[in-house]
């Protein structure tokens, strides 16, 4: 019996440097989708500004772990029109990331996280945790966690297995 081959959903997470914001949203959206059981759905994640190869922040590690996510395997990468021609969704954390998406060909992929995720509802942005202490990137995480979720209950209709 011959099966039609899966289709893969990928999304993509884009701040600036890819070591904080964009690294804990993908980790979080990697552990949400285990726990729905979606194989089909790809995550990354990239930078505006990222160096190729950093890894993850000290205080996203830590935050991470706290969390019970893993991120001791992320190495930033910069946002690239590769990238952005195969994700399917972009959601950037700022306005500054959104134009960068749309210059790089993803007008019409690209979304403000907080937009995405309210179902069109202007958001604001993600403060960048950058350069604070631990708490500060379990900030940024507890404002993450139900942004995520929200993305995937927005999916949900259209990508339930």
Same mark, same amino acid.
């Given at each position: 019996? +011959? !099966?039609p081959?899966?289709t893969?959903? +990928?999304?993509?997470?884009?701040?600036?440097?890819?070591t904080?914001? /964009?690294v $804990?949203?993908e980790?979080?959206m990697?552990?949400r @989708?285990?726990?729905?059981g979606w194989?089909? =759905?790809?995550?990354? /994640?990239?930078?505006?500004?990222?160096?190729e190869?950093?890894?993850?922040s000290?205080?996203?590690?830590?935050?991470a !772990?706290?969390?019970? $996510?893993?991120?001791?395997?992320?190495? /930033?990468?910069p $946002?690239?029109?590769?990238?952005?021609?195969?994700?399917?969704l972009v959601?950037?954390?700022?306005?500054?990331?959104?134009?960068?998406?749309? !210059?790089?060909?993803g007008?019409?992929? =690209?979304?403000?996280?907080?937009?995405?995720a /309210?179902?069109?509802?202007?958001?604001?942005?993600?403060?960048?945790p950058?350069?604070?202490?631990?708490?500060?990137?379990?900030?940024?995480?507890?404002? $993450?966690?139900? @942004?995520?979720d929200?993305v995937l209950?927005?999916?949900?209709?259209?990508?339930h297995?």
């Amino acid at each position: 019996m +011959n !099966r039609p081959e899966t289709t893969t959903f +990928n999304v993509l997470f884009v701040c600036t440097g890819n070591t904080c914001r /964009s690294v $804990l949203a993908e980790a979080l959206m990697r552990a949400r @989708l285990r726990e729905r059981g979606w194989a089909h =759905v790809e995550v990354a /994640s990239a930078g505006t500004h990222a160096s190729e190869g950093v890894p993850a922040s000290v205080g996203a590690q830590a935050a991470a !772990r706290r969390a019970g $996510l893993d991120v001791q395997g992320h190495r /930033s990468r910069p $946002l690239t029109p590769e990238l952005v021609a195969w994700a399917d969704l972009v959601l950037v954390m700022g306005e500054a990331h959104r134009r960068t998406v749309e !210059r790089l060909g993803g007008e019409s992929k =690209v979304a403000l996280l907080t937009e995405f995720a /309210s179902g069109g509802a202007t958001g604001g942005e993600i403060p960048d945790p950058f350069g604070g202490d631990v708490e500060d990137y379990e900030a940024t995480l507890a404002e $993450l966690r139900p @942004l995520v979720d929200a993305v995937l209950d927005r999916l949900a209709p259209i990508l339930h297995p």
